[in-house]
């Protein structure tokens, strides 16, 4: 008797990825003004009356999009809460989990920084909400890192900014890369060796 559900369950739960797979798509070709529900409708092959009964409203569905994008990029941070491990190690490890992003999901990256850049006026609060308290959890592990000798003083915050912008800009900055590289897209030797630099540079700094 469970079956019938579970299976329009799954049915459901697909089309709604692959209308977020296209709003992502859509929104980070056009951002949010110049996008029209229509055409993400039209990516993700189905009716814009049919969207309309999973996201009523494009803000809906864009929203829906940022949080995705912001909730990812939150499991990443996570991984410099453990004041007990090392912090080279952690160091390290979020740098290639940014990195890792950016390679995988750099339409996802866009949509968010295009949000950003514009300031934010769909998603301000919501970022103030959900990134200040895993930020400032990630600062009182760094202080105590600093207080128990094992890291030198630096201004966590703007070490912070600096690895989102090296990071980050691997998929924002993608197109101005490739030009420079004289390939597209950017390959697994160039994410290599650019989590090689940007690892080099922040512990030769704090450790």
Not at 20 to 48: C, D, H, N, P
Not at 81 to 109: V, W
Not at 194 to 205: D, F, G, N, Q
Request: proline share 4%.
């Amino acid at each position: 008797m469970d079956r019938a559900p579970d299976k329009l369950t799954r049915s459901r739960d697909a089309l709604q990825a692959r209308i977020m797979q296209a709003a992502v798509e859509v929104f980070a070709e056009s951002g949010y003004a110049g996008t029209a529900l229509a055409s993400i409708a039209e990516r993700a092959g189905l009716s814009k009356q049919n969207l309309l009964y999973y996201f009523p409203t494009k803000q809906i569905l864009y929203e829906k999009v940022l949080d995705q994008v912001l909730d990812q990029w939150l499991d990443r941070m996570n991984i410099l809460a453990d004041p007990e491990q090392d912090p080279a190690t952690l160091l390290r490890n979020y740098i290639r989990a940014k990195l890792r992003f950016s390679r995988e999901q750099p339409q996802a990256s866009r949509v968010y920084a295009m949000e950003v850049i514009s300031g934010a006026p769909v998603y301000a609060e919501t970022m103030r909400n959900k990134i200040l308290p895993l930020l400032q959890k990630d600062i009182a592990v760094f202080e105590a890192w600093m207080a128990a000798g094992k890291i030198a003083a630096v201004n966590t915050t703007h070490l912070l900014f600096a690895i989102w912008a090296m990071t980050q800009s691997y998929a924002d900055f993608a197109s101005q890369m490739s030009l420079v590289l004289g390939h597209s897209p950017l390959d697994e030797n160039d994410f290599t060796e650019a989590e090689t630099m940007i690892v080099e540079m922040v512990l030769s700094r704090v450790c």
